[in-house]
């Protein structure tokens, strides 16, 4: 007993450590991991202290909360330089995208995302709803899903009462919203200033507000107030512009053009963007103005485009250049680093593209989603937005424009009015001054328009490339076709278009002539042996298809995605469906030649059943996907013609089971022509039939050729692939059905009218005797196969001979339905007269 009771002290002690083990493991904190874009190479040098200033104070005010009391931050981002996996949609993505770094950025994000490697996100108002368009991007939909990039987004407003968000800017606060549902609270801005040195007595004496470009593109002026009296010999040019940033070369060309248009609306106010972006002179002149500012020729535009963040604010530090385009979120680091040498000034007239960042929630995380809602209204607060105001000189989301402003008279205004910048008060003394171009709402903003990651991944592209070529027609083009899409243009009244139109007509009135014919010989032996009603629905399946192939990329609504999808359905199930019928009836009459039983199963009327019934199914199917599905109109991305197609929420699975059903068609259709070749290698309509079927599979695979016809001389290119698809049809029509035409108009069956369905009687639609008429030799002679006719050397025209007595199909008492066939055939008024010559016994 005193052995226990001595063991008691120890226990006591492995007690309380458990406890404290327990109570420590359990208090752990949650680390919320929140995805930023990679900071550029100016923000890397005081990325670290702007963080953890935010963390710190995150840290503080997340102790009001109990859900958030015990939760940590971890700022994380992906390099730009991320690979994609390689996957069969990866090659439609970098085919389509044309910004690789973009991609690999908007990848990261979709990544992160979608497998749950971030908790939230702060995203600018290019990303935040950078989808949202009438028409979607191929590459982005892809990259995303079916559904919009914000359906992985939290919506906010359910956790968080709007109310306490009255004091941001009104119109920043509704950026992050859709649809009256909140997706992101504000986190902060940025725009574009121009620094200089303080010693500009020139730059010193400018107004805040109503500078002009020519202001600081004088050089003369500019070294007024310096201390030598001529110009610097290491000056390049008067400002030094980062081009090599994509999203800056946007940014540069979008003021510029603001500039331009507000000046122009001015002397015009019926001018509209569109109009302005239309001309190629405007162009032309923003390079002209990339040359003046910067000094460079065009011999040196290509280095000019691979000068990125650090060397052009290098440059500027260097003495290089005088002035400095940069953001305004850099002043803190630049005041810190200079000694209060450099000084900002607004855009000319104040017109600059603002950047709004928002803290989202990403609605696949682990955590609770009550307890990230709430740290995404920690980090959007104002006690937030004022310490980094204080400690980083960050730029708030309120106080930029009062009218603007949520909170107008509230008592909210009052904070607004007591704003104080320790910092970064000569940029905040700016803000009332901003004159701020939404690329959405004032260049992109029509229904039809492309969105902000389509524009973002194009247009800084086809600048780049026509400051090093001059094309401004290309140019002019591309944006125009940004700012609204084209489906339908002049070109579709080019004259290889109106010849296009015309050989349609005439491909259609040769096969109405062609189908007349079939119809009208329907009942001779050599043509009733490839069912000729079923070789008319491949004729009409092939002129409709090849009559579609221009409106395949011209979906202008839903509505006409889904008519389409129906429709497109049907017309492939008219090609694919009659051949492989066709196909299976030749193949079911040579392998079963000692049998007279399947002329049932072989009767046209049975194997229309047959298509009717699959296209049936196959419509059904179409139609439910049509009722609960969401379409949607995918633009397949060209930098000067979009190319649309229609696809719904779910289609990658279809798209499999549609080719596995084709597939099945196909590997049948094969199966059949190898079996019959080694049963009857002698005849050639297999083969006929092999051709035709491989021929229309190429013409069904060149319509997807459509959407990689080069942008430049497009009606002439896009009629050469549809005449091609044309002559294809043709020559697959001729190889269906012409030979065999030749050879009826040339040989018909001796009747009273050649129009008379001569060779029907009451039984004929069970059995047809043109199942037992096997096709003609490639020596003129027939197998001897159920009914052996033989032609007539005597006699210019074909005949059939009688058959011999002792045949067995005739003499077997149980085909009494062919019998009578036969006897009816061998009727002269009513049949093929059975010319026989005493010679021939």
Not at 767 to 778: L, N, Y
Request: charged content about 20%.
């Amino acid at each position: 007993m005193k052995f226990y009771s001595s063991l008691y002290p120890y226990i006591n002690v492995l007690i309380f450590i458990f406890f404290q083990w327990f109570a420590t493991a359990y208090a752990k904190s949650t680390t919320i991991k929140i995805l930023i874009k990679k900071p550029d190479e100016i923000e890397t040098r005081f990325f670290n202290e702007k963080f953890e200033v935010i963390k710190q104070k995150y840290r503080e005010l997340a102790q009001n909360d109990p859900k958030t009391r015990d939760t940590e931050l971890e700022f994380i981002y992906c390099p730009c330089t991320k690979q994609l996996e390689s996957n069969i949609f990866t090659v439609f993505q970098n085919k389509f995208m044309k910004d690789k770094d973009y991609l690999n950025y908007l990848t990261c994000i979709s990544d992160h995302i979608k497998n749950r490697k971030c908790d939230m996100l702060i995203l600018d108002d290019k990303i935040i709803f950078g989808d949202d368009a009438l028409i979607e991007n191929y590459a982005i939909n892809r990259l995303f899903g079916y559904k919009r990039v914000r359906s992985n987004f939290l919506e906010l407003d359910k956790y968080i009462d709007q109310k306490e968000y009255s004091f941001h800017d009104r119109e920043i606060f509704e950026d992050g919203s859709m649809n009256g549902t909140v997706y992101g609270f504000p986190f902060e801005i940025d725009f574009d200033l121009i620094y200089y040195h303080k010693e500009s007595a020139h730059l010193n004496r400018l107004s805040r507000n109503t500078t002009v470009w020519d202001d600081f593109l004088d050089m003369e002026k500019l070294k007024i107030g310096l201390n030598q009296n001529q110009l610097n010999p290491k000056w390049k040019g008067p400002i030094s512009l980062s081009l090599g940033d994509k999203g800056e070369l946007l940014s540069i060309f979008i003021e510029y053009t603001g500039y331009e248009f507000g000046k122009t609306y001015v002397r015009n106010n019926t001018v509209s963007i569109g109009s302005f972006l239309g001309s190629e002179q405007h162009f032309i002149n923003f390079k002209k103005f990339i040359m003046k500012t910067t000094g460079a020729s065009d011999e040196d535009m290509k280095d000019l485009l691979n000068v990125h963040v650090d060397a052009a604010y290098d440059a500027f530090l260097n003495g290089e250049y005088p002035l400095y385009v940069g953001k305004a979120s850099y002043y803190k680091y630049i005041r810190t680093n200079n000694n209060d040498g450099v000084l900002p000034l607004l855009m000319p007239m104040g017109v600059t593209v603002m950047t709004e960042k928002y803290v989202i929630v990403n609605k696949n995380s682990r955590l609770d989603m009550e307890m990230l809602a709430k740290a995404a209204k920690i980090l959007s607060s104002m006690e937030m937005q004022n310490y980094k105001i204080e400690k980083l000189g960050s730029l708030p989301t309120f106080g930029i424009h009062e009218k603007n402003n949520v909170y107008k008279g509230t008592d909210n205004e009052t904070k607004n009015s007591q704003l104080h910048c320790p910092i970064n008060q000569d940029v905040c003394n700016t803000l009332k001054f901003l004159y701020t171009i939404s690329i959405k709402h004032r260049f992109f903003n029509q229904q039809s328009s492309s969105s902000l990651m389509e524009v973002r991944d194009i247009l800084p592209q086809a600048l780049m490339k026509f400051l090093l070529d001059n094309d401004a027609e290309t140019v002019v083009k591309t944006f125009k076709n940004n700012i609204v899409l084209n489906n339908y243009s002049n070109d579709y009244w080019d004259l290889p278009f109106i010849l296009l139109y015309g050989s349609f007509l005439v491909l259609i009135v040769f096969a109405l002539v062609i189908i007349t014919l079939v119809y009208r010989y329907r009942n001779h032996p050599y043509l009733k042996m490839i069912s000729p009603r079923i070789c008319i629905l491949v004729i009409l399946g092939f002129v409709a298809t090849t009559v579609s192939i221009p409106f395949y990329g011209h979906f202008s609504s839903v509505d006409i995605c889904k008519v389409g999808f129906i429709l497109g359905i049907i017309i492939r199930d008219m090609v694919f469906l009659p051949m492989f019928i066709i196909v299976y009836r030749i193949y079911y009459i040579y392998t079963n030649e000692s049998k007279v039983n399947f002329g049932k199963k072989l009767n046209d009327r049975r194997l229309f059943c047959y298509i009717g019934f699959i296209m049936f199914i196959n419509i059904s199917i179409g139609v439910i996907i049509v009722i609960f599905k969401d379409f949607y109109i995918i633009n397949v991305n060209c930098n000067q013609r979009h190319y649309f197609r229609s696809e719904f929420e779910g289609s990658d699975i279809y798209s499999c089971i549609y080719l596995l059903y084709y597939l099945i068609i196909i590997v049948g259709v094969l199966y059949m022509i190898i079996k019959t070749r080694k049963t009857s290698k002698k005849y050639d309509e297999i083969k006929i039939l092999y051709i035709t079927f491989v021929l229309s599979v190429v013409s069904i695979v060149m319509e997807w050729i459509y959407f990689s016809i080069p942008s430049k001389n497009f009606s002439i290119y896009f009629s050469i692939i549809c005449f091609i698809y044309m002559f294809t049809c043709i020559l697959c029509i001729y190889l269906l059905v012409g030979s065999r035409l030749i050879y009826v108009i040339k040989h018909p069956v001796n009747s009273d009218s050649p129009t008379e369905d001569n060779n029907h009687n009451d039984y004929f639609n069970v059995v047809d005797i043109s199942d037992f008429i096997p096709g003609k030799k490639g020596n003129g002679k027939k197998k001897n196969t159920a009914l052996y006719d033989t032609e007539d050397t005597l006699n210019p025209t074909n005949s059939i001979v009688a058959i011999p007595n002792d045949e067995f199909i005739l003499n077997n008492p149980n085909n009494y339905f062919f019998n009578q066939s036969l006897e009816k055939l061998s009727k002269p008024e009513k049949a093929l007269t059975m010319n026989t010559k005493e010679g021939v016994q």
